[in-house]
């Protein structure tokens, strides 16, 4: 297998799940990433991985603990080392003068996170400077200092070049980014997404979607494993398809989060997916990983159950649709076949007509799992709701569509709902147990107010869409 | 070549335990520990580990040459377990092979016969059963019983704190080596005499056998002080036996179920006050939850005695603490050390009168506050007392009043998200409670060329001690401050070190530090002014001293002054002097679904003269936001004596997007009483984050939550502040 490890071109024999962290650690001898927690919830291990695709160069931040070295395949991997030579860059000179640097163990991956940013921003700015790092974890500085540093990377730069090679070039003008990397980016060969049709697996191979959570469970099952990778036997693209949106089974968290088509049916996607996952590790996980995972409180799972959603799964003997909330058997088991790929999501269009309210209660609000989340979508006739889909994870040993709570809504009119019959009904539907997110007896309480949060929420679209009077 | 470590951080160039040794370089350890919390340990079967492939050796009790104990105050913890078992996670036998997966395999393939006993887990139930790990520490002032009588308002009830793991981002480790006849280990510890001493004990050698090696440490926080030891005594253990050089590194997962945390309480108080709402008497019990062993149980239980009226004068108090043997993992230092579940008992009492008085609890804090002169319960007179001085800055500065207006304003409306504010003053005693630990010892080298070696037993753990010391030796010396390069802590270097701990980093080795450049500065001035009238510089003062065989280098040894019993007076004074300080905190919670942001914190902080401001505030920036995670969403869960929040999944510590705006004025005064006029800042900072606590009781008022009267229980997650808004179903 072929990469580019920071200035150099490499091959490397090593299995294709190990992972990334033990492929620099172990194997190449490169200290500078950390081990923090080995399960993508501490950012220490933050590298970047660039890819040629046919928009273009484009790098993202990924944990090393959770990528296999498969998916560095004829892709250039930075780490702090590559960013060390010579003079210090402006992202390692704002954190210095910042003093958002204490016991210096999470520091080389807030420099690689904040590189990614310079590397993939839009424009440049505080708060997306600061939200860059939202997965790197800092016991020392109460982030305070990471925060200026942040900002002072933003105030001494520069307005960005638009994004691609004039970007990069600037960016080496300027000392963030080494100039041995530029022409790396023009030597990478083109990572063809696949396209449709769809490839089934071969008999005996892991398919990997991103591997946030195998990588976790079993590291060593994964490293032992004949691996595929999920993008190269399915799409990850959103399209539009009569009046479904076909999500590719292999699109990360982060290409779903850049969709304009998907933004239509989930106007506050990009808030949504910040409280889902980091930057790493949305680059990374899949839909297909979050649906197949089947954990009763999978985000994506509870968004598209509201969104009415359908898995498409092929094998050889051809294709079958199946309704999202059927696919889910029971605790981690999901209606798919040895041989069968799940290959797209199909979210039927509905814009605007469609209100759409997701919330999700943890302990920490960000990058947590929910105590219980919940999607719900509705559509209405003036004030009356003629269609309902209401979600919740954490209450059930699948994440669940309330079948009979969401047809308690059709017909109520927004302004007058018997928020206690509502509760009741859904009191009935579920059976969340005690553990370490919350009792029961708080995830059955949790659900009453989710469900008046997101009529208060329709409520407050509906003002703001001017569609009530 | 920087000597500043931050230059090597950002360039991923610092090197921690785990960076030394890669495979093939050393032997791997793993640790097979206990999966039952209270048994008799019947036998221990090692063959089905041995029979895997890649596993060398497995050592259990039975293998130590020497003591099998590493207790330090108590000599209660055996190194690896021999007839009882006493916690889930209590070493029993260590497994090493010849890569981290073998050893992990043949850990888990250890077969342990225990017959279990009834287990304990709560330290009431523990007290109540006489399982105590040192006899119950009491003291009194003032005559208790009639003060509460004379109180106009007697409030009474329980606070319950939970535990706090650390998550210091790099996991326990050590790795071990035997260099013919020494053994040298490399731990990250933030106590090196004590490994090293530990480590003699088991192997049966004197400590000059032993050299303990301390670069730097990935965070601590106090967790590295005692329990860093069992892993660097493994880790020698297995290469002494061996000889060849082993790596014991604990998982993220073992690191969290197998390490110490912060000490669950559950604390009993009274608290009396007169008509004028000033405090005439308060009584407080602690039951301590101390786990499975003594760890440094005693001493942090002194320092909650220590700190029980908070930063409060208090005519009549009568504290009464029990450290409890309970079958949970030994809990052990954290910053704070005691003084934070203190802390927040006491401004739960006061919370409880403000609200049976109906006095605003600010307005109590403020008349309460101990004043220049004042004696506290333990017998310290305060002198450079700056509690009010602190609170009124705050008060002022932030404009209390007019927030206070703000948020009635804004609540008044009945929004969903209403808003709370606390004031939580600060009043911190610096010094190790133990006498004995207040010492430190400095070595100074000065090269031909006019750069410098500092060796002290301060261990660099990001608090910037380092720096500090460069600091002081430069501007001692008259030497450049970027050629002071101050070393790793090493035991040969330094002896008889005291942990990096209790704030007194700085203080102590900064004190050693500054008298061994001073007496080089003065041979230098001799020479100086025996050698010519033009002044010298700093480099050509050095030449001249080595031409003329004059010495450069120097030792110094520093003890703190006036501690302990005065012979004159009796006083007891256990601290050198207090750090204050003041924090506003607010909050907003979310009426529907209990859930809560911290909105922002601001402080006024008491740094005495400051070594080194952007440390300082970093210091008082990071405390702080630990501070706010004990109370708020750090949920530290155990079932039957298993942690069940054991990964930093289910374990939340606080990040960046839910981390409050910060705003940190670092406040001036005189300081006799450490080096240079600076002040310790390391733990008092911690104690500002308690203020979310109370904002949040606040906000949950302000809702129209009716609490319970005189039940407070930390942390407030999102789970108890929903439970406590719906108790009686408003909304």
């Not at chain 2, 005291?498 to 020479?527: F, H, K, V, Y």
């Amino acid at each position: 297998m072929r990469l580019w490890m920071n200035e150099q071109e490499q091959h490397t024999h090593e299995p294709l799940g190990t992972a990334v962290l033990d492929y620099l650690r172990d194997q190449l001898g490169l200290l500078g990433t950390k081990s923090g927690c080995r399960e993508g919830d501490c950012g220490a291990c933050t590298v970047l991985v660039g890819a040629r695709t046919p928009q273009g160069v484009e790098y993202e931040p990924v944990c090393a603990c959770l990528t296999p070295l498969v998916a560095l395949e004829n892709r250039h991997l930075v780490t702090v080392e590559g960013l060390s030579h010579g003079d210090l860059g402006p992202v390692q000179q704002s954190i210095l003068s910042e003093g958002a640097v204490q016991c210096g163990f999470c520091t080389p991956g807030i420099v690689l996170s904040l590189t990614g940013y310079l590397l993939c921003a839009t424009s440049l700015t505080e708060r997306q400077a600061i939200a860059s790092v939202a997965g790197n974890l800092c016991r020392c500085t109460g982030y305070e200092s990471i925060r200026r540093a942040a900002r002072a990377l933003v105030s001494s730069l520069p307005a960005l070049e638009e994004r691609g090679p004039k970007r990069f070039a600037q960016l080496a003008a300027l000392g963030a980014w080494p100039r041995s990397f530029l022409s790396i980016a023009d030597d990478l060969p083109l990572v063809a997404n696949r396209q449709p049709p769809a490839r089934p697996p071969a008999r005996g191979t892991l398919v990997l979607g991103g591997g946030t959570d195998l990588m976790v469970q079993r590291p060593s099952a994964v490293r032992g494993s004949r691996i595929v990778l999920a993008s190269s036997l399915a799409h990850s693209c959103v399209q539009k398809r009569g009046d479904d949106l076909a999500i590719g089974s292999a699109s990360t968290v982060a290409q779903l989060e850049r969709s304009a088509l998907l933004l239509e049916e989930v106007p506050r996607l990009s808030h949504i997916v910040s409280l889902i996952a980091s930057p790493q590790i949305r680059s990374r996980a899949t839909v297909a990983g979050n649906l197949v995972n089947a954990s009763p409180i999978g985000d994506l799972a509870i968004l598209l159950l509201a969104l009415c959603s359908k898995v498409c799964i092929e094998s050889p003997k051809g294709v079958r649709e199946v309704d999202l909330e059927r696919f889910f058997l029971s605790y981690k088991k999901v209606d798919l076949r040895p041989g069968e790929l799940i290959v797209e999501v199909l979210v039927p269009r509905r814009g605007p007509r469609r209100l759409l309210s997701f919330e999700k209660v943890c302990k920490r609000t960000h990058l947590d799992i929910a105590s219980v989340n919940s999607a719900c979508a509705v559509e209405l006739d003036s004030d009356r709701i003629v269609n309902a889909r209401l979600s919740a994870g954490g209450i059930a040993p699948v994440p669940k569509l309330l079948e009979a709570t969401s047809q308690a809504l059709v017909g109520s009119d927004l302004h007058s709902i018997d928020i206690a019959a509502l509760t009741k009904t859904a009191q009935a539907e579920i059976s969340p147990i005690d553990d370490v997110r919350g009792s029961a007896v708080y995830k059955r309480l949790l659900l009453g107010r989710l469900l008046l949060a997101h009529i208060e929420s329709f409520q407050k679209q509906q003002r703001f869409s001017g569609g009530h009077s | 070549m920087s000597s500043d470590e931050r230059e090597l951080h950002v360039r991923g160039l610092s090197r921690f335990i785990d960076d030394h040794c890669l495979p093939g370089q050393s032997l791997y350890a793993a640790v097979c520990s206990s999966k039952v919390p209270c048994a008799e340990l019947r036998s221990v079967d090692i063959a089905p580990a041995l029979a895997l492939p890649g596993v060398v050796t497995v050592l259990t009790a039975k293998d130590i040459p020497g003591e099998n104990q590493i207790g330090a105050i108590v000599g209660d913890e055996p190194l690896l377990a021999t007839d009882h078992l006493r916690w889930i996670g209590e070493p029993i036998a260590l497994v090493i092979g010849r890569s981290d997966q073998a050893a992990r395999a043949g850990a888990a393939a250890v077969v342990v016969d225990a017959q279990e006993r009834p287990a304990v887990f709560d330290p009431r139930e523990a007290a109540r059963l006489g399982q105590l790990i040192v006899p119950i520490r009491r003291f009194e002032k003032g005559d208790v019983d009639a003060a509460f009588t004379r109180s106009a308002t007697v409030v009474a009830g329980r606070v319950e704190s939970a535990g706090q793991e650390h998550v210091y981002l790099e996991t326990q480790g050590a790795v071990a080596e035997v260099d013919g006849n020494k053994v040298r280990i490399r731990s990250a510890t933030q106590s090196p005499t004590g490994v090293q001493r530990a480590v003699a004990r088991v192997l049966g050698l004197p400590m000059s056998d032993v050299e303990v090696d301390v670069p730097r440490l990935g965070g601590a926080f106090g967790g590295k002080e005692d329990q860093a030891t069992p892993y660097a005594a493994l880790a020698a253990l297995a290469a002494l036996r061996l000889r060849q050089p082993v790596k014991l590194v604990l998982s993220r997962v073992e690191d969290m179920r197998l390490s110490g945390k912060r000490h669950p309480y559950s604390t009993d108080y009274r608290l009396g006050l007169d008509e004028g709402g000033r405090i005439l008497a308060f009584e407080v019990t602690y039951y301590q939850n101390g786990g499975g062993a003594a760890d440094l149980s005693p001493a942090i239980l002194d320092r909650s005695l220590y700190h029980a009226t908070a930063a409060y004068r208090v005519p009549a108090a009568r504290m009464t603490g029990y450290s409890c043997r309970t079958n949970l993992p030994p809990f052990t230092a954290f910053r704070g050390f005691g003084a934070p579940q203190a802390f927040l008992a006491f401004e739960a009492a006061l919370d409880h009168a403000a609200q049976a008085t109906a006095v605003p609890r600010h307005e109590l804090q403020r008349r309460n506050l101990v004043v220049e002169g004042d004696c506290l319960p333990c017998g310290m007179v305060l002198s450079g007392a700056r509690a009010t001085e602190t609170f009124d800055d705050a008060r002022k500065r932030f404009d209390l009043s007019k927030r206070l207006a703000r948020i009635a304003n804004h609540n008044a409306c009945r929004p969903r998200l209403v808003q709370g504010l606390a004031t939580m003053p600060v009043c911190f005693g610096i010094s190790f409670t133990n006498k004995i630990l207040n010492q430190a010892s400095s070595l100074v080298h000065v090269f031909t060329d006019g750069s410098v070696s500092v060796s002290t037993g301060a261990v660099e753990m990001g608090q910037g001690v380092s720096r500090k010391l460069a600091r002081i030796a430069a501007s001692v010396l008259g030497a450049d401050e970027a050629l002071v390069r101050v070393e790793a802590t090493s035991t040969t270097r330094a002896a008889n070190t005291s942990p990096t701990a209790a704030s007194t980093g700085a203080d102590l080795n900064g004190m050693a530090t500054l008298l061994a450049a001073r007496s080089i500065r003065e041979r230098l001035d001799a020479l100086s002014k025996s050698a010519s009238d033009a002044p010298l510089s700093f480099s050509q003062a050095v030449t001249h001293a080595y031409a003329s065989r004059i010495s450069l280098s120097a030792q110094a040894h520093y003890a703190t002054p006036h501690l302990g019993i005065d012979p004159e007076t009796g006083a007891h004074r256990p601290f050198a002097y207090h750090v204050y300080g003041t924090a506003l905190v607010e909050v907003e919670l979310d009426t529907i679904l209990g859930t809560y942001r911290v909105t922002s914190v601001k402080v006024v902080h008491d740094v005495g003269h400051s070594l080194d401001p952007g440390t300082d505030r970093g210091q008082v920036e990071g405390a702080l936001l630990q501070g706010i995670g004990w109370v708020t969403c750090e949920d530290l869960r155990y079932v039957e004596g298993r942690l069940a929040s054991d990964t930093l999944t289910t374990y939340k510590v606080p990040d960046i997007l839910g981390a409050p705006e910060l705003e940190v004025v670092l406040s001036e005064s005189d300081n006799d009483r450490a080096v240079m006029g600076s002040k310790a800042v390391g733990e008092p900072p911690f104690i500002y984050g308690l203020g979310a606590f109370f904002a949040l009781l606040d906000a949950l008022r302000a809702a129209g939550a009716r609490l319970p009267e005189g039940e407070y229980d930390s942390p407030l997650t999102p789970e108890r502040v929903l439970t406590l808004l719906c108790c009686d179903g408003n909304r």
